[in-house]
């Protein structure tokens, strides 16, 4: 992976590459951010510029995924009481080289496997101690990245840690996570924190093909290129989106005065229930941002509002007035609670129909 193939974080690149001009390079790192921000891809693109620094002939192997010293590890499912990434290595393989910045839930969707629990095993820790007793086949340095390091069970952190603790001579190791929340704080006490933030609005618009449609597209990215990418490529899928949103406000609106109109949000529920949980998540997080459009326009800063709905005759107008100061933080805590609820595995069906039976509440709420 080159440094100019990552989407915008220059300041980071700059940092990284000057550390490994100047052989300032920690021994374990670890890079916390969301997988659309660069953290993979900044990861691949470091592990490059090392080899390429010991031996320039070797870059094209890095770009490639097949340098025989830059070993990978990455969340699988058992199967057959097997649960070593190297099984899938070249599915995974193929899946980053398409698109570095691929999410967890991608991953999952690429082996068809989203009902399965994935995750780094201790078996998989006692192969990678395995792999780096041997010497470089290249003579230099070797190098582990170890991709959603926040999947490693209780037995495989702690026999990374003593890796970690004590590395072969020449070795790299970086670890890659959303966030530390998972991560074990022996591990943390150990790694050089590189914090990946999201990526700047900027970086994006210019990156993204369609330029009628990028300012939108960047603004719902909220600086997540995989995301971006996305919603770039399937405008079906942001038309889906506005699709259930109106369909859940014209349920909560009516529901105050037909309660039976509940049963259509739990249909409603419940059709969202069958996607996978990415798309579960990325509607949530188009929720609230239509919801925050919609406060903007109620306050008369029309000039910040990049997108207005209008399917099927939705009056934009009139339902921006319900959404305001004295409900907008209530409405956004409970799709936040929502969001967070599925993506640690919560039943979807039961999470949304609560969500958006409470909107009906939250809706009708008179300002202050």
Not at 53 to 60: A, D, Q, R
Not at 267 to 273: E, L, M, T
Not at 305 to 331: C, D, M, P, Q
């Amino acid at each position: 992976m080159k440094w100019e193939q990552i989407i915008g974080q220059q300041a980071l690149k700059n940092v990284l590459q000057d550390s490994i001009h100047n052989s300032r390079v920690g021994h374990a790192q670890l890079f916390l951010g969301e997988e659309g921000y660069g953290v993979l891809p900044l990861a691949l693109a470091m592990a490059q510029e090392i080899f390429e620094k010991e031996n320039p002939s070797s870059v094209h192997k890095v770009e490639n995924l097949n340098h025989l010293d830059l070993h990978f590890s990455f969340p699988v499912f058992s199967e057959k009481n097997l649960s070593l990434s190297k099984r899938y290595f070249d599915q995974w393989r193929e899946m980053i080289l398409e698109n570095p910045y691929s999410s967890f839930d991608d991953w999952t969707s690429f082996l068809e496997s989203e009902n399965k629990q994935f995750f780094i095993s201790a078996d998989e820790a006692e192969d990678i101690g395995q792999r780096f007793m041997l010497k470089s086949f290249e003579g230099g340095s070797k190098i582990l990245i170890v991709w959603r390091a926040d999947k490693m069970n209780d037995s495989a952190a702690n026999k990374i840690l003593k890796f970690l603790e004590e590395p072969p001579k020449n070795t790299y190791i970086i670890l890659c996570a959303p966030s530390a929340n998972d991560i074990l704080p022996t591990i943390l006490s150990r790694c050089q924190i590189v914090n990946v933030p999201r990526i700047d609005n900027d970086d994006i618009l210019q990156s993204l093909p369609n330029k009628e449609t990028a300012k939108e597209i960047g603004y719902q990215a909220q600086g997540d290129w995989n995301l971006a990418r996305f919603l770039s490529e399937n405008n079906v899928g942001a038309s889906e989106f506005e699709t259930f949103f109106i369909q859940w406000v014209r349920n909560a609106f009516q529901a105050k005065k037909k309660p039976e109109v509940l049963r259509e949000i739990v249909k409603w529920a419940h059709q969202i229930a069958e996607w996978n949980r990415e798309k579960q998540i990325k509607f949530l997080n188009y929720c609230i941002e239509i919801f925050r459009l919609a406060m903007l326009q109620n306050y008369g800063n029309d000039n910040l509002v990049y997108k207005k709905l209008s399917e099927g005759n939705f009056n934009w107008s009139a339902f921006s007035k319900f959404i305001h100061g004295a409900n907008i933080v209530s409405i956004v805590e409970e799709i936040t609670d929502a969001s967070y609820h599925i993506s640690r595995n919560a039943n979807s069906k039961i999470v949304l129909t609560d969500m958006g039976i409470k909107l009906t509440r939250y809706i009708h709420k008179a300002s202050s």
